[in-house]
């Protein structure tokens, strides 16, 4: 494959037309069969999680804040999916490996805006159940629809303006002409600015600070928010009532372990790991990004029993239509 770029080599500022994306590396030759499990998995995650606003949507007793919470988190799961479905299928099914520079900083930036929307939407979603079980009585008058409006503007503006400056700070950037292999099937930031023959202080100083300023924050007050449930849980008088109390949190806690152990991942293998293979890289990003959307609609179709009811009672609709 050539590309127009290759011959420059003498100028004072460069950005590649393209980059090329890599699937699993070292298993290039099995790309096919390795598309079957990631189609299966971006075609649960997308059924699932339409089906769960689905089924939100049409049951009148499901609108409540914990479920259009649920709905936000759905939401969030539906754009991080569609923004590396794309070239992921592309790079497996037709080997197609190249991605325009804007297109590259337009997915990436979609990429890490849906993943601190998830991260500021579960956070939602554990200040929704301290109220519930630190305050039951007063649930319905704290979190009315104009409040969770709010929170839903809240949450978008935060990720906007969090991530706004990240492409133009690689935009300013001097690429190498023979430096445009990227490590992943989708243009993430901690690849895109390691691809510069420049000085990236800035854009790591950035990027550490959008991290630490949302997902960092935002697991310090999720633990926060279950140690006052835990206080609160532990001054009920009756075994049951505490079972009860924490069996409302479970599919919330399994929600957050599923988004944060990986993105912890990630985070410490782009610092730490350098010297880890590629495929180790690759693996742990693709769990970050394909696994939360796949396993929420699971958790809650599990966990949940008004959301697998309605979900059922969805399906069975289309049945019968």
């Not at 992921?88 to 890490?112: E, K, P």
């Not at 503007?153 to 300013?172: E, G």
């Amino acid at each position: 494959m050539t590309f127009p770029f290759q011959s420059i080599s003498n100028i004072s500022f460069f950005q590649p037309p393209a980059f090329l994306m890599i699937g699993i590396p070292g298993m290039e030759a099995a790309h096919s069969w390795i598309s079957i499990p990631f189609s299966s998995m971006y075609t649960v995650a997308l059924t699932g999680n339409c089906l769960i606003l689905l089924a939100i949507r049409r049951t009148p007793s499901l609108h409540q804040p914990m479920y259009y919470f649920l709905s936000m988190l759905a939401l969030s799961d539906v754009g991080l999916t569609l923004s590396t479905l794309p070239t992921t299928l592309a790079v497996l099914w037709f080997d197609y490996r190249l991605i325009g520079f804007n297109a590259c900083l337009a997915q990436m930036f979609f990429l890490h805006f849906f993943s601190v929307v998830e991260s500021s939407v579960l956070l939602a979603m554990s200040f929704d159940r301290v109220v519930a079980i630190s305050n039951p009585l007063r649930y319905a008058a704290v979190l009315t629809n104009n409040v969770i409006i709010k929170i839903g503007v809240a949450i978008i503006a935060r990720a906007t303006l969090s991530l706004f400056p990240l492409p133009f700070l690689l935009k300013r950037l001097n690429y190498c002409p023979g430096k445009i292999l990227l490590s992943h099937s989708f243009c993430f930031h901690a690849d895109v600015m390691k691809r510069a023959c420049a000085d990236i202080t800035v854009n790591i100083l950035y990027g550490l600070y959008v991290v630490l300023s949302t997902v960092g924050v935002d697991s310090l007050l999720i633990v926060l928010s279950y140690t006052l449930i835990l206080h609160t849980v532990m001054g009920l008088a009756s075994p049951r009532e505490r079972t009860r109390a924490l069996n409302t949190c479970v599919s919330h806690i399994l929600a957050v372990l599923v988004f944060y152990i990986p993105v912890i991942g990630v985070s410490m293998i782009h610092r730490f790991g350098k010297h880890l293979p590629h495929i180790v890289h690759a693996l742990v990003a693709y769990v970050y990004l394909v696994v939360p959307p796949v396993l929420n609609p699971v958790i809650y179709s599990v966990k949940s029993k008004p959301i697998r009811g309605a979900m059922l009672r969805v399906l069975r609709k289309k049945g019968q239509g």
